[in-house]
């Protein structure tokens, strides 16, 4: 999703467009590639004709080059692919669509620039894309930044002369009308060909109504008959002005779209903040937001806020009302916080970030955990009050935690063998199920051992503690 800057003619953005695809079908892992620029007729796309939307259908992985992974071919395209001031993003088609629908951004972090001027907030803009692009601690990581231009945009006006129009009898009306319907075209009527619609449009044809000299020459009749030129009733003039005007929380908007590379979106945004307090001043009355994935987190991150601990206490009740002792229930949960060990060092292993995907894993293995202590307390309590009238409480434990060696490795393997194919998977939702099964599937291997060995160590302090040992 390439963006130029506003002004671009048609003829210029078509002949760009068609560049930008016979070089991305030059790549052998491209099979065809479909480019669209500006918006279509529908009014729920109001794309400008500087946004550029090109869709790359990738062969199948087994006929890419050797060696050849996503990263490194996003990073070749976007190294042939970079046109004078046309910055690009790289991003899924159905997941750009949501975004911009919900959002309102077209890239995986935006930054929003709130303010009362369009001059104002669009200098803050540019000021925050270059300094993103030049600050040493920001360059490594973004591909692309780009602000939005809001007076950018060409216009033709017809400033309409009162007194001219007022000797031939004309009202601003009359001009308006013609110049709507000869230029910009009027639905007289309609057809119907079987189940399909077409408006029928009038206006001038392509070559009365494509340069300005045509333009002056647009008749407009009076009430007399006579078709007096636009030229002696209006002063044709090319204006610049906003292309688009965005109004959000009651304050003009414009918005910064950032490509980040090589860097979780939370770590870069803390490294932007800093960037932009210190580089970027801003006027009195602006005010940033920083929108897209950045903004799902910190809406998951509040909720997590409250799951989390909801989750960590809804076991701890279960488990109190389970063994009627608080001692053994804060027993099975000490096993939770250190199952995550196995979790953590799976992910820095497999270098995935913390993300939404990764803690309903984590929370998925708590929960995990916990059965897996309930099991062993359960059979260290029957084999606890088995043996103690028999045996010391050492030889108790061992008995005990000995006998369920095996019930509790088809416990947890079952879960494991289970879960480990997703780490291998591909195709669609692949990335966020194994970011889910990653935690699991590492917190599962720790848990065993601490459970298996810990467990009984800390039970047999516990009892201990309550009582003397058994002789």
């Not at 939307?53 to 692919?81: F, G, H, S, Y």
């Not at 400033?159 to 319907?181: F, H, P, Q, S, W």
């Amino acid at each position: 999703m390439p963006t130029s800057l506003p002004g671009m003619s048609i003829t210029e953005a078509g002949k760009v467009l068609q560049t930008m695809d016979r070089q991305l079908k030059q790549f052998p892992e491209v099979e065809r590639v479909f480019g669209k620029i500006g918006r279509s007729t529908s009014p729920t796309d109001p794309a400008p004709i500087s946004m550029v939307e090109t869709v790359v259908t990738l062969k199948p992985k087994n006929q890419w080059r050797k060696n050849m992974d996503w990263d490194t071919l996003i990073a070749e395209m976007d190294e042939k692919m970079q046109f004078p001031g046309m910055p690009n993003i790289w991003w899924m088609p159905i997941q750009t669509r949501t975004e911009m629908l919900a959002t309102g951004i077209r890239s995986s972090l935006g930054i929003k620039v709130f303010g009362d001027n369009l001059k104002t907030i669009e200098k803050t803009a540019v000021s925050i894309e270059q300094a993103l692009q030049q600050d040493e601690r920001t360059k490594p990581y973004t591909r692309s930044a780009y602000a939005e231009r809001l007076t950018g945009g060409y216009f033709i006006d017809f400033n309409i002369d009162r007194d001219k129009i007022a000797r031939y009898g004309l009202t601003i009306d009359d001009v308006e009308e013609v110049l709507m319907t000869a230029v910009g075209g009027l639905t007289v009527s309609k057809t119907f060909e079987g189940r399909e619609r077409y408006a029928i449009n009038l206006r001038y044809a392509r070559e009365f109504r494509d340069n300005p000299e045509s333009l002056q020459r647009i008749r407009v009749p009076t009430p007399k008959g006579a078709q007096i030129p636009i030229s002696q009733l209006a002063e044709l003039k090319f204006e610049t002005g906003p292309p688009m005007l965005r109004n959000e929380d009651g304050q003009l908007v414009t918005f910064v779209f950032v490509d980040v590379d090589k860097l979780g979106i939370v770590d870069y945004v803390t490294i932007a903040q800093q960037v932009i307090s210190e580089t970027v001043n801003l006027p009195q009355g602006v005010r940033l937001a920083w929108a897209g994935q950045f903004q799902y987190f910190e809406r998951a991150k509040s909720k997590l806020m409250i799951l989390i601990p909801l989750t960590l206490l809804i076991i701890f009740i279960l488990l109190v009302i389970n063994h009627g002792s608080m001692t053994e229930a804060l027993i099975i949960l000490m096993a939770i916080p250190l199952s995550l060990t196995g979790a953590v060092w799976l992910l820095y292993l497999l270098d995935y970030n913390l993300s939404i995907a990764v803690w309903v894993g984590m929370i998925a293995l708590a929960g995990l955990t916990a059965e897996m202590g309930v099991l062993m307390m359960l059979y260290l309590d029957l084999s606890y009050q088995q043996h103690k009238t028999q045996t010391g409480l050492i030889e108790a434990i061992v008995t005990g935690a000995s006998q369920r060696i095996r019930p509790m490795l088809m416990t947890s393997l079952a879960s494991f063998i289970g879960l480990l194919p997703i780490l291998w998977s591909t195709g669609a939702g692949a990335d966020v199920m194994k970011r889910i099964a990653a935690p699991m599937v590492g917190g599962i291997i720790s848990s065993l051992f601490i459970v298996l060995l810990v467990f009984p160590a800390v039970y047999s302090y516990w009892k201990e503690i309550r009582q003397p040992p058994i002789r």
